[in-house]
């Protein structure tokens, strides 16, 4: 029972330290997914058209809801927070060609300041830049024999982001489902702030937004544990 209590106070220990990162990225990001269906749809239906060079972008996939996507980004020197949302969830169609080929998703985007659109940029290539595994653990089996120990994530929402850097190009990491008071909590929050300023809602202002994304990539800047 103490030996099964002390495993699973390591897989929690390990997982909250990962909340604190993102995580090397197995879904679109993947040479193994190029030829998943599901991610597939996810490229040609709801990423289609977007810029390959993000200046920070989120694809937010939950299990039982519709996908969506947050992008900062430039379009003739003007600078842009969008949203876009699929209508029906691609999970749930993604073996109906017919519902595949009319499913349609929503757009809102807003004109933002320069100055705010790089500090996401800022934000989210750091969080992608200190993207790293999780430590392996191992379990000793009754023959003495080591066993990888794996943790299975199923229900939640996975969360992948990408940012662009001049000189060093396109990277990614994603988190699934963080705690709230996590750095990947927190940064899940401000892309939610994104959606707010993308959507014309008034409760969120560009200078709120701004200083919580300073604060929080002063946070990400601290040495990692």
């Keep these: 029972m103490k030996a099964c209590l002390l495993i699973l106070c390591s897989l929690l220990a390990n997982l909250s330290l990962a909340q604190d990162h993102l995580t090397p990225a197995e879904g679109y990001f993947s040479r193994a997914a190029q030829d998943d269906k599901y991610y597939s749809l996810i490229q040609n239906r709801l990423l289609k058209g977007l810029s390959a060079w993000p200046l920070a972008k989120v694809v937010v996939l939950p299990s039982f809801e519709e996908e969506y996507v947050v992008t900062v980004d430039s379009v003739k020197g003007s600078y842009y927070v969008m949203v876009r949302s699929m209508e029906n969830d691609l999970w749930s169609i993604r073996n109906d060609s017919a519902r595949v080929q ?3 998703y929503l757009e809102t985007r807003r004109r933002i300041k320069p100055d705010l659109a790089k500090e996401l940029n800022r934000l989210f290539f750091d969080a992608v830049s200190q993207t790293r595994y999780p430590p ?3 379990d000793t089996l009754d023959n003495g024999q080591l066993e990888t ?3 299975t994530i199923a229900d939640g929402v996975r969360y992948h982001f990408t940012a662009y850097g001049s000189g060093f190009g396109v990277r990614g990491g994603e988190t699934h ?4 008071g996590s750095l990947m909590g ?3 929050a401000l892309t939610g702030r994104m959606v707010t300023i993308a ?3 008034t409760k969120e202002s560009e200078q709120t937004l701004k200083q919580a994304a300073q604060a929080l990539h002063r946070k990400l800047l601290k040495p990692l544990r």
């Design 199 to 201: 959507e014309g809602n």
């Design 186 to 188: 927190q940064l899940v």
């Design 102 to 104: 009319t499913a349609k």
């Design 149 to 151: 120990m794996t943790v």
């Design 136 to 138: 392996i653990k191992y």
């Design 177 to 180: 489902s963080p705690e709230e």
